[in-house]
T-cell receptor, first 114, second 111 residues
Framework: ETGVTQSPTHLIKTRGQQVTLRCSSQSGHNTVSWYQQALGQGPQFIFQYYREEENGRGNFPPRFSGLQFPNYSSELNVNALELDDSALYLC?????????????FGQGTRLTVV | SQQGEEDPQALSIQEGENATMNCSYK?????LQWYRQNSGRGLVHLIL?????REKHSGRLRVTLDTSKKSSSLLITASRAADTASYFCATDSGGYQKVTFGTGTKLQVIP
């Protein structure tokens, strides 16, 4: 157990809808990163939040957005869902910069878009 | 896009044998990490090797890093059925701690 929890574990949405995924980071970790993992692929970096601000973004369109709260928990929002958004969404939390760069992952949210 | 590529894509061995997976990457890095993923669940951190290190051990795991060749290998000795999983290398090139994953090696250990 890493101490990083994600909810929900599974979700089915219809194309065009919006979805919000949630992540509680490990205690003491102020950095949260989100990844999308398509079936049979490695995780792809979506974005990272540090102290409530976006601190880096991968090659994902603006309909992927996020938030980080004062307690360092985070949300990933995806608007106008497309079939290709079906994937496992992983959240990872990291200690403050300057410490280990090891990331601790949650179990993921499996999103299916139909 | 993926920074690294693992080789082989899939590996099947008998319990007790050693398993070796390789990772190649494209740009300079601060460190390289190996993760394990069971059945499409969350990733578990195995080991981190820094760019100024050449070899690191952790239990039955041995990781090597060759920055001149931009490659790393993960050796699992005396494999067990419980080692069956996908293994990913992940590189950290600094900046905002973005970790970039490779494509993964799917390991099957047959009892």
């Amino acid at each position: 157990e890493t101490g990083v929890t994600q909810s929900p574990t599974h979700l089915i949405k219809t194309r065009g809808q919006q979805v919000t995924l949630r992540c509680s980071s490990q205690s003491g970790h102020n950095t949260v990163s989100w990844y999308q993992q398509a079936l049979g692929q490695g995780p792809q970096f979506i974005f990272q939040y540090y102290r409530e601000e976006e601190n880096g973004r991968g090659n994902f369109p603006p309909r992927f957005s996020g938030l980080q709260f004062p307690n360092y928990s985070s949300e990933l929002n995806v608007n106008a869902l497309e079939l290709d958004d079906s994937a496992l969404y992983l959240c990872a939390s990291s200690p403050p910069q300057g410490m280990s760069t090891e990331a601790f992952f949650g179990q993921g949210t499996r999103l299916t878009v139909v | 896009s993926q920074q690294g590529e693992e080789d082989p894509q899939a590996l099947s061995i008998q319990e007790g044998e050693n398993a070796t997976m390789n990772c190649s990457y494209k740009t300079s890095i601060n460190n390289l990490q190996w993760y394990r993923q069971n059945s499409g669940r969350g990733l578990v951190h195995l080991i981190l090797i820094r760019s100024n290190e050449r070899e690191k051990h952790s239990g039955r795991l041995r990781v090597t890093l060759d920055t001149s060749k931009k490659s790393s290998s993960l050796l699992i000795t005396a494999s067990r059925a419980a080692d069956t999983a996908s293994y990913f290398c992940a590189t950290d090139s600094g900046g905002y701690q973005k970790v970039t994953f490779g494509t993964g090696t799917k390991l099957q250990v047959i009892p």
